[in-house]
């Protein structure tokens, strides 16, 4: 793949399946490197998109445990009883459910490392077991009594504060210092413009070979845009518009016109039409009934109303693509897990999608 402005687009980072020549991104390669070939807890920081996963795999396979297993677990994405036996297994009979023993994430990830995403949606209660066994490598399986020991490397990640976290009284602070042996801060893309050429080849050989698209080439006028747009996705949003626009190309040649408008400055996509509310409608009538709430404040009101627009938008998309999630993932200019994810958030899931 050729880039339009006769530039070279060194890659290596030398981490495996991380991009970048950054300033940052080389800090964040040296003490991977360094933490790696230790047993040490890290806790990977970062907003969303960022690669924190990608980082926590490298620790993993440039360690002493890379021929052991690699476990990753979402914390965010189950509920506190439904965690607590995903992480340390349960026995049959210790709940209505559990109709056999069941080993859990720790015990799998015995010899190897054990990655624990969104560390941060955590129950409280249940940091007090997940500290124990990070002290001790010790635990008890739900309804059981027996003690089971293991020897794995810890690596956790949050897109939050943990200290703010902390300050709130969310986050045991002795479950922070105790994740926060090693900490690897992951920098937004906005903030290292130089790693956008790299990345982008690198997805557009991935993407057209996956796709069987023979693509050579992306335009200077392009190649600049995506340098000057901020990414509040990070890299993963990036990902998503290369693949999309790969889907878009024609010759084998990336132009702009394959991306989204908002990259050469225009407005981002619009609310379909058609029998909704439009989003200046629905935003007057979330102020209007938040100015009536009593004690409800200007932080709350705003949320309120962001989360409102973003269901009635991610709903609307949904209907206009008969509730195909690939294909309302790329008009939202989304990942299509993303977008998942926000289908369970806003129970959109029973909603009728025809038109």
């Known amino acids: ?30 003490i991977t490197r360094l933490v790696a070939r230790t047993s040490a807890t890290v806790l990977l920081t970062g907003e969303t998109g960022t690669g924190k996963e990608l980082v926590a795999r490298a620790v993993h396979e440039m360690s002493p445990k890379a021929s052991g297993p690699y476990v990753r677990v979402n914390c965010g994405a189950l509920s506190e009883s439904l965690l607590e036996s995903e992480l340390f297994g349960h026995v049959k009979g210790a709940f209505t459910s559990a109709v056999e023993n069941r080993t859990g994430r720790f015990e799998a990830a ?84 130089g790693d956008v050429p790299p990345l982008v080849e690198f997805f557009i050989k991935k993407y057209a070979q996956a796709n069987k698209v023979p693509v050579s080439t992306i335009s200077a006028e392009a190649l600049t845009a995506l340098e000057r747009y901020p990414w509040p996705g990070n890299v993963r949003e990036l990902q998503n518009y290369i693949e999309r626009a790969i889907v878009f190309s024609e010759n ?4 702009l016109s394959c991306f989204p408008s908002q990259l050469s400055g ?29 004690g409800e404040g200007a932080t709350n009101l705003h949320e309120n109303i962001v989360s409102q627009v973003e269901r009635e938008l991610i709903s609307q998309v949904l209907r206009s693509c008969q509730g195909v999630q690939t294909k309302a993932a790329a008009k939202l200019g989304i990942n299509r897990n993303t977008l998942h994810k926000k289908i369970d958030e806003y129970h959109l899931e029973a909603e009728p999608l025809g038109e």
């Open 110 to 193: 015995h010899g190897g490392t054990i990655f624990l995403d969104e560390i941060n949606s955590v129950s409280y209660t249940l940091q007090v077991k997940l500290l124990r066994v990070l002290q001790e490598q010790e635990f008890e399986r739900v309804g059981d009594n027996r003690t089971i020991r293991i020897d794995c490397r810890v690596v956790a990640a949050t897109n939050r504060n943990l200290l703010d976290e902390v300050a709130r009284g969310a986050f045991r602070e002795d479950l922070y210092f105790r994740l926060n042996v090693v900490p690897i801060d992951l920098p937004p893309l906005r903030q290292r413009s």
């Open 1 to 30: 793949m050729a880039i339009d402005r006769g530039e070279s687009t060194p890659v290596a980072t030398g981490l495996p399946g991380v991009i970048g020549t950054s300033p940052a991104m080389l800090e964040v390669a040296r």
């Open 266 to 294: 225009g407005p981002p996509m619009r609310l379909p039409r058609g029998g909704a509310r439009d989003a200046a409608t629905l935003c007057r009538e979330l102020v209007a009934t938040g100015m009536q709430t009593a």
């Open 252 to 255: 084998g040649h990336l132009s």
